[in-house]
């Protein structure tokens, strides 16, 4: 069975520092792996997915790498923001199975 | 576009007690989810359907029921409330041939 870990649990920064968040995953044969946000008492949102044949995506100051070999993904936040403060979360998907989640790291970024 | 809108925001049940948590999407998007995300927790998919008329189990299904008579609604029903059941329930929905889930705001569920 797929199992996602996420750690830190949580992670304290001051501003501007670049930072990052760290996923693994305990079965490579996966089909992509994605990078959420959620905001206290709010939905998910989608930041970066990267497909299985994908080394990394990047979209403005964030950049989520994988290697699918090791199970492990990583999500960088260059120049962090008190804006960024809020829980990261990874999931994986297997091929023909539905997302499995990792338990999420809640950032804080104090001004 | 309202996006993926989900009522209520927030009820307390008694144990044994029914409801039904109800989402809702403009997008036309054919695949929909339900997940459950207990506190500190990662999400659980509980239910899901790829169009209209056909639901398939999750995770941890049992306690749960969904149907989907339309494309657009997609409600979870709880049929016997139990304190294992306090959760944040979020509903979700994928575009066809899309991977992008876009995600409800939640609903906070207390069964006492």
């Known amino acids: 069975k797929q199992e996602v870990t996420q750690i830190p649990a949580a992670l304290s920064v001051p501003e501007g520092e670049n930072l990052v968040l760290n996923c693994s995953f305990t079965d490579s044969a996966i089909y992509n792996l994605q990078w959420f946000r959620q905001d206290p008492g709010k939905g998910l949102t989608s930041l970066l997915l990267?497909?299985?044949?994908?080394r990394e995506q990047t979209s403005g100051r964030l950049n989520a790498s994988l290697d699918k070999s090791s199970g492990r993904s990583t999500l960088y936040i260059a120049a962090s923001q008190p804006g960024d403060s809020a829980t990261y979360l990874c999931a994986v998907r297997p091929p023909g199975n539905m997302l499995t989640f990792g338990g999420g790291t809640r950032l804080m970024v104090k001004p | 576009n309202a996006g993926v809108t989900q009522t209520p925001k927030f009820r307390i049940l008694k144990i044994g007690q029914s409801m039904t948590l109800q989402c809702a999407q403009d997008?036309?998007?054919?695949?929909m989810y339900w997940y459950r995300q207990d506190p500190g927790m990662g999400l659980k998919l509980i239910y899901y359907?790829?169009?209209?008329?056909?639901?398939d189990k999750g995770e941890v299904p049992n306690g749960y029921n969904v149907s989907r008579s339309t494309t657009e609604d997609f409600p979870l029903r709880l049929e016997l409330a139990a304190p294992s059941q306090t959760s944040v329930y979020f509903c979700?929905?994928?575009?066809?041939?899309?991977?992008?889930?876009?995600f409800g705001p939640g609903t906070r569920l207390l069964v006492l």
């Open positions: 979700a929905s994928t575009p066809l041939g899309m991977e992008t889930q876009y």
């Open positions: 997008m036309n998007h054919n695949y």
């Open positions: 359907s790829v169009g209209a008329g056909i639901t």
């Open positions: 990267i497909q299985s044949s994908q």
